[in-house]
């Protein structure tokens, strides 16, 4: 087998990835981006099955996904700052309320909560937001809704019926198209806070109903803004090792 990389240079490869949460609006070249598509393919799949869709949102649709996404965020944002009056106010209207993936408005459970945590804290501190400044944790948040300024979004679907599975292999499609991306120079952020709304996207795409949104990825080129110099934590194997059961 033909090798182009040690182990050491992929090793720091990976290594060098992190996500970009501030891009350059400039395009990437459409077959830049087959390319990095094309990568996307070349992970492992459940019985060769793909069974994944992405909308690809560039131009006047992203632009279009991203005000009724900004919209909805300024709206559902006021009214949980707004006390009981707020939510009753988002029950009545249901105008910004999750129409898809509703894990994301859920607390974490208690074992993942300190690593959950520890992002929110390292973030904020990175950025300069106090823990306590609802106001300015909500304006950071609503960057997720300009695709922290990428010029292209992309939305990943998984197909119903393998459950899982189909979440999985779009998973691994999902890290093959991030490398490839970072290797050509590109900067991607997975992003479930834009999975929430799933009918704003629907509206520009033909997306069989037997497909759901998983997340989405902003990709473009990284600008050289000090968002893009944060360096999320890494746990250490052990920690995701499982222990031998004592007899
Ligand atoms: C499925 C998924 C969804 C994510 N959603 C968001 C998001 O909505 N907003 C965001 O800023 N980062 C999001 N991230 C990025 C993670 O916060 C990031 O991958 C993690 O903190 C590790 O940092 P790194 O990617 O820089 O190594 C998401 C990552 C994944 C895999």
Redo the contacts with the bound molecule.
Sequence with gaps: MEQHLSGQEISNFLAS???T?DFLPTPIPQELLEQVLTDALTAPSWSNTRPFMIAVAEGEVKERISAEFQKRWAYLSKQLKSGIIGKIRLLITRYGLPTSNRIISKPYSKDLQPRAMR?GADLYGHYGIKREDREARDNWWAA?YKFFGAPTELFVYVHKSLGIYAANDAGLMMENLILSAHGHGLGT??????GIWDDVVRKEFDIPKNYRLL?GVAIGYPSSSNANA???NRIAPSEIKAKLKED
């Design positions: 990835r992190r996500s949460r992002l997720n952020c997975p992003q479930g806070a834009v997340c944060f360096k999320a």
